[in-house]
């Protein structure tokens, strides 16, 4: 029997998780959004139910699981209320705007025993995948870079703290960091793990929302990452030459890997690869894994782990851990000090 499932949240990541959704073979019932008119537009689309009120879609009893498609700031009340109603959780990132909510998800998550995962999607790239798979071979780790610049321009920026949610910091919760660096991020943490403290510097656009930010992450093991995320109207940047340059870095005593991933809306047609230099036999190899489209690859995990009954990944304690580490990132910018991140407390 397929997994029954509501959308909250109707604008333009929804598409994605419906695309998802269908490769899953799931049954989307209904779709909910406070704009009637996309609602009622997804729906047609999907020929299934609409409201203009999520609690009415968390009332259905036939939906077994959600997608939590709005806005960031929102997405706490929501998640708590599916929760409550009983429905295991997919949340787009970033899971919320604030530790405080982050912590508290982490307890109703605990409380409800429900599956809920949160959409750092490029966590299922082959590539990345395939990264993890190489990062023995580089032994000690020494060092690494984690870069996100994306491009935007200073048009763009303008309208910094107005009606556009995404770049209004109390809706969003931030700037680039927050939007483009939390995914690097996650993966940062999905390659080597939880860094303890962290050195920062942010760029603000006239004083509203960061657009330019640069951190030193003092790692468990004892080595240092470099992250710097920027939104910069620089269009040549990046390996393709598209203003998208998006990539890790890391060294070791036995070798160097670099990981490139690809413009989020093109996962079906970019082509995410590794390089990797070998210590032991002076070797270079250049990755290319099949192309998948992550989004597909994340719903259909989030699907399985719902219809095996088992934990998904990544969980609301990663959710919980890269909003630490924005956090972290943002007070030691304020204060211009090292700062160290808060840990779950299992």
């Excluded at 995962?117 to 000690?140: D, I, N, S, T, W």
């Excluded at 991020?185 to 390659?191: G, H, V």
Aim: charged residues 25%.
């Amino acid at each position: 029997m397929s997994v029954r499932v509501g959308i909250i949240g109707c604008g333009g990541i929804s598409h994605f998780h419906v695309r998802g959704y269908k490769e899953a073979g799931a049954e989307i019932v209904c779709v909910a959004d406070s704009n009637k008119d996309r609602a009622r537009n997804l729906s047609r689309e999907l020929n299934c139910e609409w409201t203009t009120d999520y609690r009415k879609l968390l009332e259905n009893s036939r939906i077994e699981c959600v997608s939590i498609c709005t806005p960031n700031y929102l997405h706490r009340e929501q998640a708590e209320a599916a929760l409550a109603a009983e429905k295991h959780v997919l949340c787009e990132k970033t899971m919320t705007t604030t530790l405080e909510d982050a912590a508290a998800l982490v307890e109703a998550v605990r409380r409800s025993r429900l599956i809920f995962q949160v959409g750092y999607m490029k966590r299922f790239v082959p590539a990345v995948q395939k990264a993890k798979e190489l990062l023995p071979r580089l032994g000690k780790l020494l060092s690494g870079v984690v870069r996100v610049h994306h491009p935007m321009s200073r048009d763009g920026l303008e309208s910094a703290g107005g009606d556009f949610w995404l770049l209004n910091p109390s809706k969003g919760g931030g700037g680039v960091l927050v939007h483009s660096g939390s995914h690097m991020l996650d993966l940062m943490r999905f390659l080597v793990g939880d860094p303890v403290a962290v050195d920062a510097r942010t760029h603000f656009y006239k004083g509203i929302i960061d657009y330019y930010d640069t951190a030193y992450f003092q790692m468990t093991d004892g080595f240092t990452m470099f992250f710097e995320s920027g939104w910069l109207d620089l269009p040549n940047l990046g390996v393709r030459h598209n203003g998208w340059d998006e990539r890790i870095e890391l060294t070791g005593e036995d070798g160097r890997l670099e990981l490139f991933t690809m413009w989020w809306t093109r996962p079906d047609i970019e082509e995410p690869f590794v390089r990797f230099y070998c210590a032991d036999d002076r070797t270079f190899y250049e990755y290319h894994p099949e192309i998948k489209d992550c989004f597909v690859e994340e719903v259909k995990a989030f699907v399985d782990a719902v219809k095996e009954g088992r934990p998904a990944s990544p969980d609301v304690c990663d959710g919980f851990m890269v909003q630490a580490m924005i956090d972290a990132i943002y007070k030691s910018g304020a204060e211009g000090r090292r700062v160290e991140i808060e840990r779950l407390q299992l």
